[in-house]
Protein backbone atom coordinates (compact mmCIF):
# COMPACT_ATOMS: atom_id res chain seq x y z
CA UNK A 1 0.00 0.00 0.00
CA UNK A 2 1.48 3.39 -0.45
CA UNK A 3 2.45 5.70 2.31
CA UNK A 4 0.85 7.76 4.66
CA UNK A 5 -0.22 11.11 2.59
CA UNK A 6 -0.83 12.68 5.83
CA UNK A 7 3.18 12.15 6.84
CA UNK A 8 5.94 13.67 4.61
CA UNK A 9 10.01 14.10 5.16
CA UNK A 10 10.59 16.51 2.77
CA UNK A 11 9.13 19.64 4.98
CA UNK A 12 11.70 22.12 4.11
CA UNK A 13 11.35 24.00 7.62
CA UNK A 14 12.21 20.40 9.23
CA UNK A 15 14.75 19.73 6.81
CA UNK A 16 16.72 23.42 7.97
CA UNK A 17 16.05 22.75 11.64
CA UNK A 18 17.81 19.41 11.29
CA UNK A 19 20.45 21.33 9.40
CA UNK A 20 20.37 24.08 12.05
CA UNK A 21 21.01 21.38 14.66
CA UNK A 22 24.06 19.45 12.55
CA UNK A 23 26.14 22.79 12.12
CA UNK A 24 25.71 23.76 16.00
CA UNK A 25 26.90 20.44 16.72
CA UNK A 26 29.91 20.73 14.87
CA UNK A 27 30.77 24.17 16.31
CA UNK A 28 29.69 23.34 19.37
CA UNK A 29 32.65 19.59 19.28
CA UNK A 30 34.56 20.11 15.67
CA UNK A 31 37.47 22.27 15.16
CA UNK A 32 38.73 24.93 13.03
CA UNK A 33 40.41 23.41 10.57
CA UNK A 34 42.22 25.08 7.64
CA UNK A 35 41.04 23.94 3.83
CA UNK A 36 43.21 24.08 0.86
CA UNK A 37 42.50 23.47 -2.49
CA UNK A 38 44.10 22.07 -5.32
CA UNK A 39 45.09 23.83 -8.25
CA UNK A 40 46.70 21.92 -11.04
CA UNK A 41 49.07 23.49 -12.53
CA UNK A 42 50.82 21.14 -15.60
CA UNK A 43 49.84 17.48 -15.66
CA UNK A 44 51.96 14.62 -16.86
CA UNK A 45 50.10 12.29 -19.07
CA UNK A 46 52.55 9.57 -19.48
CA UNK A 47 53.20 9.40 -15.52
CA UNK A 48 49.46 9.97 -14.84
CA UNK A 49 50.74 12.83 -12.56
CA UNK A 50 50.27 16.57 -12.09
CA UNK A 51 52.17 19.16 -10.82
CA UNK A 52 50.23 21.31 -7.96
CA UNK A 53 49.95 24.23 -5.80
CA UNK A 54 48.34 25.07 -3.07
CA UNK A 55 48.04 29.59 -2.65
CA UNK A 56 44.25 29.45 -0.56
CA UNK A 57 43.60 28.57 2.75
CA UNK A 58 39.92 28.77 3.99
CA UNK A 59 39.04 28.19 7.78
CA UNK A 60 36.04 25.98 8.38
CA UNK A 61 34.79 24.35 11.46
CA UNK A 62 34.97 19.95 11.37
CA UNK A 63 34.50 17.53 13.41
CA UNK A 64 36.69 14.41 13.85
CA UNK A 65 35.03 11.22 13.22
CA UNK A 66 37.73 9.41 15.21
CA UNK A 67 37.49 9.67 18.67
CA UNK A 68 40.21 7.19 19.68
CA UNK A 69 43.26 8.64 17.59
CA UNK A 70 43.52 8.74 14.29
CA UNK A 71 42.90 5.15 12.07
CA UNK A 72 44.71 3.56 9.61
CA UNK A 73 48.25 1.52 9.67
CA UNK A 74 49.87 3.91 11.64
CA UNK A 75 53.67 4.09 11.37
CA UNK A 76 55.64 1.92 9.56
CA UNK A 77 59.31 1.67 8.86
CA UNK A 78 59.87 0.03 5.98
CA UNK A 79 63.24 0.20 3.05
CA UNK A 80 62.66 3.52 2.09
CA UNK A 81 62.59 4.57 5.52
CA UNK A 82 59.52 5.81 8.51
CA UNK A 83 55.95 5.68 6.72
CA UNK A 84 53.11 7.77 8.54
CA UNK A 85 49.88 5.83 7.35
CA UNK A 86 47.51 8.06 9.93
CA UNK A 87 43.76 8.14 8.47
CA UNK A 88 41.35 10.25 9.49
CA UNK A 89 37.41 11.34 8.75
CA UNK A 90 36.13 14.81 8.85
CA UNK A 91 32.67 15.38 8.84
CA UNK A 92 31.54 18.95 7.24
CA UNK A 93 28.29 20.70 6.80
CA UNK A 94 27.11 21.02 3.05
CA UNK A 95 25.75 24.32 3.99
CA UNK A 96 28.79 25.89 5.74
CA UNK A 97 30.98 24.93 2.70
CA UNK A 98 28.84 26.87 0.51
CA UNK A 99 28.97 29.60 2.82
CA UNK A 100 32.61 29.61 3.19
CA UNK A 101 34.24 28.10 0.67
CA UNK A 102 32.09 26.79 -2.06
CA UNK A 103 31.89 28.19 -5.22
CA UNK A 104 29.70 31.58 -4.99
CA UNK A 105 32.16 32.62 -2.45
CA UNK A 106 35.90 32.60 -4.05
CA UNK A 107 37.41 30.60 -7.30
CA UNK A 108 36.57 27.05 -6.35
CA UNK A 109 35.41 25.84 -9.93
CA UNK A 110 33.87 22.43 -7.96
CA UNK A 111 30.66 22.65 -6.00
CA UNK A 112 31.49 19.96 -3.61
CA UNK A 113 35.78 19.07 -1.30
CA UNK A 114 37.54 17.14 -4.09
CA UNK A 115 40.05 14.63 -3.67
CA UNK A 116 43.25 15.85 -3.30
CA UNK A 117 42.33 18.81 -1.57
CA UNK A 118 44.13 19.34 1.62
CA UNK A 119 43.38 19.73 5.59
CA UNK A 120 45.25 21.10 7.61
CA UNK A 121 44.99 19.98 11.69
CA UNK A 122 46.08 22.50 13.98
CA UNK A 123 45.83 20.37 16.49
CA UNK A 124 48.64 17.95 15.95
CA UNK A 125 49.84 20.76 13.36
CA UNK A 126 49.42 17.65 10.59
CA UNK A 127 48.29 17.64 7.14
CA UNK A 128 45.83 15.56 5.81
CA UNK A 129 44.41 14.71 2.07
CA UNK A 130 41.06 13.95 0.85
CA UNK A 131 41.00 10.90 -0.65
CA UNK A 132 37.00 10.06 -0.92
CA UNK A 133 34.47 12.65 -0.43
CA UNK A 134 31.34 10.27 0.93
CA UNK A 135 28.18 12.55 0.25
CA UNK A 136 25.33 10.00 0.88
CA UNK A 137 26.09 8.95 4.91
CA UNK A 138 23.49 9.74 6.86
CA UNK A 139 21.62 8.26 4.33
CA UNK A 140 18.88 10.79 3.47
CA UNK A 141 17.37 11.52 6.59
CA UNK A 142 14.12 13.52 6.54
CA UNK A 143 15.40 13.24 2.60
CA UNK A 144 18.07 15.91 3.04
CA UNK A 145 22.39 14.85 2.91
CA UNK A 146 23.42 17.56 5.37
CA UNK A 147 27.47 16.47 5.37
CA UNK A 148 29.94 15.51 4.03
CA UNK A 149 32.05 13.21 5.12
CA UNK A 150 36.29 13.51 4.01
CA UNK A 151 37.75 10.43 4.29
CA UNK A 152 41.81 11.46 4.53
CA UNK A 153 45.28 9.72 4.55
CA UNK A 154 48.31 11.73 5.93
CA UNK A 155 50.05 14.31 3.09
CA UNK A 156 52.78 12.92 1.70
CA UNK A 157 54.53 16.36 0.29
CA UNK A 158 56.05 15.42 -3.02
CA UNK A 159 57.72 19.16 -4.40
CA UNK A 160 53.98 20.72 -4.29
CA UNK A 161 53.72 24.53 -4.28
CA UNK A 162 52.15 25.69 -1.15
CA UNK A 163 52.09 29.45 -0.82
CA UNK A 164 49.23 30.63 1.16
CA UNK A 165 50.88 33.37 3.35
CA UNK A 166 49.90 31.42 7.05
CA UNK A 167 53.64 30.17 8.19
CA UNK A 168 52.42 26.76 9.74
CA UNK A 169 50.96 25.88 6.43
CA UNK A 170 53.95 27.43 4.12
CA UNK A 171 57.06 25.68 6.30
CA UNK A 172 55.65 22.72 4.90
CA UNK A 173 57.52 23.52 1.86
CA UNK A 174 60.33 25.16 3.36
CA UNK A 175 60.66 21.64 5.25
CA UNK A 176 60.14 18.91 2.77
CA UNK A 177 60.87 20.20 -0.50
CA UNK A 178 64.32 19.77 -2.12
CA UNK A 179 66.54 22.18 -1.67
CA UNK A 180 69.67 23.42 -2.80
CA UNK A 181 72.45 25.12 -0.48
CA UNK A 182 74.59 27.59 -1.82
CA UNK A 183 77.28 29.62 -0.03
CA UNK A 184 76.94 33.41 -0.80
CA UNK A 185 78.92 36.70 0.14
CA UNK A 186 77.31 39.61 2.43
CA UNK A 187 75.44 41.32 0.59
CA UNK A 188 73.40 45.00 1.66
CA UNK A 189 70.69 42.72 3.90
CA UNK A 190 70.01 39.40 3.97
CA UNK A 191 67.30 37.13 1.93
CA UNK A 192 64.04 36.42 3.03
CA UNK A 193 62.40 33.24 3.49
CA UNK A 194 59.89 33.22 0.83
CA UNK A 195 61.64 35.59 -1.53
CA UNK A 196 62.40 34.78 -4.73
CA UNK A 197 65.62 34.75 -6.37
CA UNK A 198 67.43 33.96 -9.77
CA UNK A 199 71.03 33.61 -11.30
CA UNK A 200 70.72 34.19 -15.23
CA UNK A 201 73.22 32.33 -17.58
CA UNK A 202 73.34 34.59 -20.88
CA UNK A 203 70.04 34.92 -23.19
CA UNK A 204 68.38 32.82 -25.76
CA UNK A 205 68.17 33.07 -29.59
CA UNK A 206 65.40 35.90 -29.12
CA UNK A 207 67.44 37.93 -26.65
CA UNK A 208 65.54 36.84 -23.74
CA UNK A 209 67.30 36.43 -20.47
CA UNK A 210 67.82 32.55 -19.48
CA UNK A 211 67.43 32.43 -15.52
CA UNK A 212 67.39 29.54 -13.15
CA UNK A 213 64.74 30.60 -10.60
CA UNK A 214 64.05 29.56 -7.05
CA UNK A 215 62.64 30.70 -3.30
CA UNK A 216 64.54 31.21 -0.20
CA UNK A 217 63.77 28.64 2.38
CA UNK A 218 66.71 29.11 4.90
CA UNK A 219 69.07 31.73 4.83
CA UNK A 220 71.96 31.03 7.68
CA UNK A 221 73.97 33.81 8.40
CA UNK A 222 77.73 33.08 9.15
CA UNK A 223 81.08 35.31 10.02
CA UNK A 224 81.90 36.06 6.58
CA UNK A 225 78.96 34.68 4.25
CA UNK A 226 75.60 32.93 4.80
CA UNK A 227 74.26 29.29 3.77
CA UNK A 228 71.24 29.71 1.71
CA UNK A 229 68.51 26.94 0.99
CA UNK A 230 66.65 27.49 -1.78
CA UNK A 231 63.71 24.79 -3.03
CA UNK A 232 61.45 24.95 -6.02
CA UNK A 233 64.34 25.49 -8.53
CA UNK A 234 63.10 25.99 -12.41
CA UNK A 235 64.52 27.16 -15.55
CA UNK A 236 62.77 29.98 -17.42
CA UNK A 237 63.73 28.16 -20.62
CA UNK A 238 62.00 24.97 -19.45
CA UNK A 239 65.34 23.44 -19.76
CA UNK A 240 67.21 21.25 -16.77
CA UNK A 241 69.82 23.71 -15.10
CA UNK A 242 70.78 24.83 -11.31
CA UNK A 243 72.47 26.83 -9.48
CA UNK A 244 76.35 27.11 -9.76
CA UNK A 245 79.17 28.93 -8.35
CA UNK A 246 80.30 32.02 -9.50
CA UNK A 247 78.13 35.03 -10.62
CA UNK A 248 75.70 36.58 -8.59
CA UNK A 249 72.08 35.70 -6.88
CA UNK A 250 69.70 38.36 -7.62
CA UNK A 251 67.02 39.19 -5.59
CA UNK A 252 63.32 38.33 -8.15
CA UNK A 253 61.52 40.37 -5.55
CA UNK A 254 63.31 43.62 -5.86
CA UNK A 255 65.10 43.15 -8.89
CA UNK A 256 68.11 45.31 -7.14
CA UNK A 257 69.59 42.79 -4.30
CA UNK A 258 72.47 40.49 -5.41
CA UNK A 259 75.01 38.09 -3.66
CA UNK A 260 78.15 36.62 -4.97
CA UNK A 261 77.72 33.08 -5.23
CA UNK A 262 80.80 31.33 -4.01
CA UNK A 263 80.20 27.81 -3.99
CA UNK A 264 77.14 25.53 -4.82
CA UNK A 265 77.15 22.39 -2.69
CA UNK A 266 76.23 18.96 -4.00
CA UNK A 267 76.27 15.41 -2.56
CA UNK A 268 79.88 15.51 -2.35
CA UNK A 269 80.66 18.08 -0.74
CA UNK A 270 81.66 18.76 2.64
CA UNK A 271 81.23 21.62 4.74
CA UNK A 272 83.11 21.48 8.31
CA UNK A 273 82.70 17.72 8.04
CA UNK A 274 78.95 17.02 7.24
CA UNK A 275 78.09 15.87 3.46
CA UNK A 276 75.61 17.63 2.38
CA UNK A 277 74.82 20.55 4.27
CA UNK A 278 70.99 20.77 3.07
CA UNK A 279 71.01 17.86 5.77
CA UNK A 280 73.33 16.47 8.04
CA UNK A 281 71.89 13.10 8.14
CA UNK A 282 71.04 12.48 4.50
CA UNK A 283 72.69 9.52 2.54
CA UNK A 284 72.49 10.99 -0.65
CA UNK A 285 76.23 10.41 -1.07
CA UNK A 286 75.93 6.79 -0.19
CA UNK A 287 73.34 6.13 -2.77
CA UNK A 288 75.10 7.76 -5.65
CA UNK A 289 78.43 5.80 -5.01
CA UNK A 290 76.46 2.57 -4.71
CA UNK A 291 74.48 3.59 -7.58
CA UNK A 292 77.44 4.10 -9.57
CA UNK A 293 79.08 0.53 -9.08
CA UNK A 294 75.56 -0.81 -10.33
CA UNK A 295 74.45 1.29 -13.22
CA UNK A 296 76.81 3.19 -15.66
CA UNK A 297 75.31 6.87 -15.27
CA UNK A 298 77.02 8.06 -18.07
CA UNK A 299 75.34 6.67 -20.72
CA UNK A 300 73.53 9.65 -22.71
CA UNK A 301 71.11 7.20 -23.88
CA UNK A 302 69.53 4.74 -22.06
CA UNK A 303 68.02 2.86 -25.41
CA UNK A 304 71.25 2.93 -27.23
CA UNK A 305 72.91 4.81 -29.75
CA UNK A 306 70.90 4.12 -33.20
CA UNK A 307 74.54 5.24 -35.10
CA UNK A 308 76.32 2.70 -33.13
CA UNK A 309 77.19 -0.70 -35.33
CA UNK A 310 76.64 -3.48 -33.69
Known amino acids: MPTNVYFSQKQKQEQFLYEDLVIESLKMYGQDIMYLPRESVTVDELMNEDYARFTDAYS ?55 EGDLLYLPMSRSMFEIKFVEHEQPFYQLSNLPVYKLECEKFEYSNEKIDTGISAIDNFESSFAASIALDVAHGTRNGLVGEKVYK ?69 TTQTGIINPEDAIADNREFEVEGDSIIDFTESNPFGDPSETY
Open 60 to 114: IEMYIENTEGFAGEGDLLGKFGLEVRDQATFILSRRRWEQLIGIFNNNINTSRPV
Open 200 to 268: QFGTDGNGDPIKVTGEIARWDKGATSSTVHIVQVGSSDSTVREFTAGGNLVSDDDGTTTWTINTAYGIS
